[in-house]
């Protein structure tokens, strides 16, 4: 977690000192570590900009070292996973290094911590400003001599902390409606987008968008600071809402698609929560209006606030793997949404797709089409700069024959992809693998990743790290029953995979469903099923980048109930994880989850999220950790009562 110690001085909570975002450094030792907070009581600005500014004090020496300017990569470190840099940061003729962060890195206790690194040879101060619209609405300073001499950068991180005092500016208002937008139109076939503005928001046909709220009849997940804040109504069914996926914005709103029936036909939706409004805005139409049904939605959001939504839809006489994608509003926040176009060649039927953006711009599908005679593994990128998808290719060229199945694709922020799928002849499938590597602008030839014969268990899974290392997990016949292994793709041991290895010994029941998340570092979390008589229970074991072993596999959970369903895991860049499950119990499907503390290294109980008499079954979670750790849950939710199926959400606070 880094070097967290406390100053005297000053006495500043090093919280967040050791959260870094993912392709960001820890704070090394040469750190600078510096807290902001705010006012008691202070009301966010609307459009507000974070300034910083390192400046020399009272015309002291130079900022410089040798000569060499601050640098541009180094000086702000452990930024927070939603914020953005989005000046350049230089040294003007005042010898001041002026940076501006975007979006709102502050806590719900009002503080941001962030590290210095770089070359100060002088007496500095710090400026910190909180401004909106050219108007400063809080400003803090610190001198480096406040901490007993100028804080030089040396062998020992340093503390300082800004107070930062707000002025007469006030908070500002709110700013005018900006209006639903209109209903976009279906975009051409061909893999392009349509380019217009519109196409979110505006549609009211029956959603209950609503705020979170508690309806008495969630279970917390524990008792310690991060307990199960809210379970809350997302979308009313109209009247079966289904397929969520979720993404978190680099603002902190959270964004949903969905699909469910407008008008003739089910549609994809999205709708995104408003973290300083507590509410949920209109939910709007996304998808193709012009077509059959669609399903299998799924939904991803860079960095900046771009988001690419993929689903599978029926046109003509076949389906087609359709996609629409939503820029960011300039604030890092998603914006309006695009037309919608088919990304497939529209030969044969396509469907299960998946979607997910590296640190570059690009969004990468993929997903399974039928070439005739068989299912295969197709492929396409979203070039953002380009404003277009490109044109799709095939990508398990070398293949051993057989139906691929359950494709699953993780991207790199530096921009490689993996998928991973299994194919062979019935009754076994190997696991399958395929990298692109951005530099070459294509894919490798795939591969079996694993040895011997597998058990047609349909998914394996594969998560990526910053560094471009991948870890994939899969169910494997071990000679006596299902039991859960792995491999590890390491870009700098000549770009290869591994060896497999054993995530579990001495299974007593079938293990299947695993799952896999890994963090900033390349620390990664395993969980998967095992059943055993009768009843389903949750397991995990965890892999160390600093050792390359995996430890010794345990059950994460004590509910001892019925079958479990869908299960899902999230981790975020310090290695705090969410677990998710559908499980069968008191008579119905019920959502459960579990969440695990890095800072500690412990998990907590699971629990229900939502139960109250009333509830129908619960199935299909999707999670999801925002920048500080805390987890969200989104899942779909019979309601007996109304003769609906409607999409839910619970967050951690």
């Known amino acids: 977690m880094g070097r967290c110690r406390q100053a005297a001085l000053f006495g500043v909570c090093a919280l967040a000192c050791a959260r870094t975002a993912p392709g960001v450094r820890a704070p090394s030792a040469n750190a600078i570590v510096t807290t ?48 953005e840099i989005a000046s350049t940061f230089d040294v003007d003729s005042n010898y001041e290094w002026r940076g501006r962060v975007m979006g709102w890195p502050f806590g719900g206790d009002g503080t941001w911590t962030f590290d210095l690194e770089g070359e100060i040879t002088a007496e500095f101060r710090i400026i910190a400003r909180i401004v909106s619209a050219n108007v400063t609405y809080a400003e803090g300073i610190i001198d480096s001599d406040q901490d007993g001499g100028p804080l030089m950068f040396g062998p020992v991180t340093r503390y300082a902390r800004v107070l930062m005092t707000a002025t007469d500016a006030g908070s500002g208002d709110a700013g005018a409606d900006a209006g639903a937008g209109a209903v976009a139109d279906a975009g051409a076939d061909g893999g392009t987008d349509g380019g217009t503005d519109g196409g979110y928001g505006g549609y009211d046909g029956g959603y209950d968008a609503g705020e979170w709220h508690d309806d008495g009849g969630y279970m917390p997940w524990d008792a310690g600071p991060c307990e199960l804040g809210m379970a809350g109504l997302v979308a009313r069914g109209n009247p079966i809402a289904s397929s969520p996926a979720v993404a978190l914005d680099s603002n902190g709103g959270l964004n949903i698609v969905w699909t469910d029936t407008v008008g003739p036909r089910v549609n994809v939706l999205a709708n995104r929560f408003e973290p300083w409004s507590g509410a949920f805005g209109d939910a709007g139409l996304i998808g193709d209006d012009a077509n059959g049904n669609s399903d299998q939605a799924a939904f991803a959001v860079d960095w900046n606030g771009n988001g690419a939504a993929v689903w599978r839809q029926f046109v003509g006489n076949r389906t087609r793997v359709i996609a629409n994608r939503a820029t960011a509003d300039g604030g890092y926040s998603l914006g309006r949404w695009n037309d919608a176009g088919a990304i497939d060649n529209g030969v044969g039927d396509a469907g299960e797709p998946q979607v997910a953006w590296d640190g570059m711009r690009n969004a990468h599908a993929v997903w399974l089409q039928r070439d005739g005679t068989r299912d295969a593994v197709w492929w396409n990128r979203l070039d953002l700069d380009a404003g277009r998808w490109l044109d799709p290719a095939r990508i398990d060229t070398n293949v051993a024959g057989g139906n691929a199945v359950g494709v699953r694709l993780s991207v790199a922020s530096g921009g490689s992809a993996f998928a991973v799928w299994r194919e062979g002849a019935a009754p076994f499938k190997n696991v399958w693998a395929n990298r692109f590597v951005l530099s070459q602008g294509r894919w490798d030839d795939a591969g079996p990743i694993d040895t011997g014969l597998i058990t047609d268990e349909p998914t394996a899974d594969v998560k990526a790290d910053p560094m471009g290392n991948a870890i994939a997990v899969w169910a494997n016949w071990d000679g006596a029953r299902n039991t859960v292994w792995a491999n590890r793709f390491d870009s700098m041991d000549a770009g290869r995979w ?50 390359d072993r995996w430890g010794d596999a345990g059950r994460i959970e004590a509910i001892d109930a019925g079958t479990l369903s869908s299960l899902e895991i999230a981790v975020d860049w310090a290695g705090n994880a969410v677990v998710a499950w559908s499980q069968y119990t008191w008579m119905k499907n019920v959502v459960f989850a579990t969440r695990y503390v890095a800072d500690g290294g412990y998990w907590f109980d699971a629990g229900a999220l939502y139960d109250s008499p009333d509830a129908g079954t619960a199935t299909a979670p999707k999670v999801t950790i925002d920048w500080m750790g805390r987890p969200i849950v989104v899942w779909q939710q019979d309601n007996p009562g109304a003769g609906t199926t409607d999409i839910w959400a619970s967050a951690c606070r």
């Open 36 to 83: 902001i907070v705010l006012p008691a009581g202070f009301v966010k600005p609307p459009n507000e900009e974070v300034h910083i500014i390192i400046d020399e004090k009272d015309g002291g020496a130079s900022l410089f070292d040798g000569g060499r300017a601050l640098s541009t990569t180094t000086v702000l470190d452990n930024i927070p996973a939603q914020t």
């Open 498 to 547: 591994g060896s497999i290895r054993a995530l579990e010994t001495n299974a007593t029941g079938e293990s299947d469903l695993a799952r896999i998340g890994v963090d900033g570092w390349g620390n990664a979390i395993a969980v998967w099923k095992r059943d055993e008589g009768g009843r389903s229970t949750v397991w995990a074991n965890r892999y160390s980048i600093s050792t």
